[in-house]
């Protein structure tokens, strides 16, 4: 079938990107699901940092891609032995799709799934092989086994979650990306205990979205820290207890003034070695430092072994917020349903397919949290 996608074919392109137009809207085709896939029609992406650093280049990946990772949308077909889905189910999308056994998966940590990160860094499906292809019947790539910047997508049946039928589209998308990682680096790999004091370096959707974690997690002190004065007043808004510029040469110093010595767990969100090196440093002895944030590749943090030593301190990497999204975006989303993690507050704009450079640069301006775009 035909459908209209977002397609890159250039990282790295300048800014501004309402100028540079480094996503196409194009007609490209999409083959019927295979083995074990289905065929969504897309409801509601949102548009991550995670996106905009392949389209910086910060994060490469295989050209042409249709990109697009957190999103929900409706079963419209199913592939061969596809029999736990009916059409019509709503579902939202995993930007890992789950193998089930593989040796990480098998000992209970399949956001290391081994053959989800294969296929995604391929830019392939979990079952092999591309099913888009562009109008001279060239590949095109999927990006994280979704490719949600489109009208309609094909994905293995392990990259996507059942859903409660009554959730807005627009609102599902979120648990998709930003409410798992976020609220899922809190709950799963910080383990964060009644009490205890936090930062979040970094107001994206992620790091908005762990403020909203450790807040329905009971945390006793929440301390936020960006460079941006709207993201901090939100976040004060939101239920953070206090809010710091990391930019000031004493950050460091005015957190560890309010927690006598370092919080307890410490969160990077913001992608830059620099972010996580401040909030290592301000996290306290025998603390937690949790990292989400993706920046070049080639970029290095320095490190006082001695310090990790002696502290007895903890500097831990969180991907898809060490989830079992079968397990978890439902959970989160009860929350959500029952008051608790009030994650409508986080969408600020609602676009268009063909708005999605307009997008992307004020993503890059800091000037928005969560951006969805509605089909």
């Known amino acids: 079938m035909k459908i209209k996608a977002a397609v890159l074919h250039e990282m790295g392109l300048g800014r501004p990107y309402t100028t540079s137009q480094p996503l196409t809207i194009e007609e490209v085709e999409l083959q019927s699901p295979h083995h074990g896939e289905v065929l969504i029609k897309i409801k509601a992406a949102g548009l991550c940092h995670s996106d905009l650093s392949v389209i910086d280049g910060n994060r490469p990946r295989q050209m042409p891609m249709v990109l697009g990772h957190e999103a929900a949308g ?211 002895r025998g603390g937690k430092t949790v990292t989400a944030g993706l920046p070049h590749p080639s970029k290095m943090m320095q490190l006082s072994p001695t310090k990790l030593v002696a502290d007895e301190r903890t500097l831990q990497g969180s991907y898809i917020g060490s989830c079992v999204p079968v397990r978890d975006i439902p959970a989160y989303i009860a929350l959500y349903q029952s008051g608790r993690l009030p994650v409508d507050k986080l969408m600020t704009h609602k676009l268009r397919l063909d708005e999605v450079n307009e997008g992307f640069e004020r993503l890059a301006k800091g000037e928005a949290i969560r951006q969805i775009i509605t089909f």
């Not at 489109?150 to 039928?165: H, N």
């Not at 790999?189 to 790091?207: D, N, P, S």
């Not at 004493?250 to 070695?273: H, W």
């Open 74 to 284: 409706e079963v419209v077909e199913l592939g061969p032995d596809v029999h736990d889905l009916a059409v019509g189910d709503h579902v939202v999308f995993s930007f890992l799709p789950i193998c089930n056994h593989c040796m990480p998966c098998m000992t209970g940590r399949p956001a290391l799934c081994e053959n989800g990160l294969a296929a995604n860094n391929k830019g392939e499906l979990l079952g092999g092989g591309m099913r888009l292809q562009d109008q001279h019947q060239q590949p095109v790539h999927h990006h994280m086994g979704v490719s949600g910047f489109a009208e309609y997508t094909v994905v293995s049946r392990k990259s996507v979650v059942r859903i409660d039928p009554t959730l807005p589209f627009d609102i599902a998308a979120l648990f998709g990306c930003a409410i798992m990682t976020g609220v899922g680096a809190v709950i799963n790999t910080a383990k964060l205990m009644l009490g205890q004091t936090v930062l979040i370096t970094g107001l994206g959707g992620v790091g908005f979205a762990a403020l909203l974690g450790a807040i329905a997690g009971g945390a006793s002190k929440i301390i936020v820290a960006d460079v941006n004065k709207d993201k901090l007043d939100k976040a004060l808004e939101l239920g953070a207890h206090v809010a710091i510029d990391s930019s000031q040469a004493d950050a460091v110093t005015q957190v560890k003034d309010l927690t006598n010595g370092g919080v307890d767990i410490g969160f990077e969100f913001a992608g830059v070695v620099q972010a996580l090196e401040f909030t290592y440093n301000a996290t306290g």
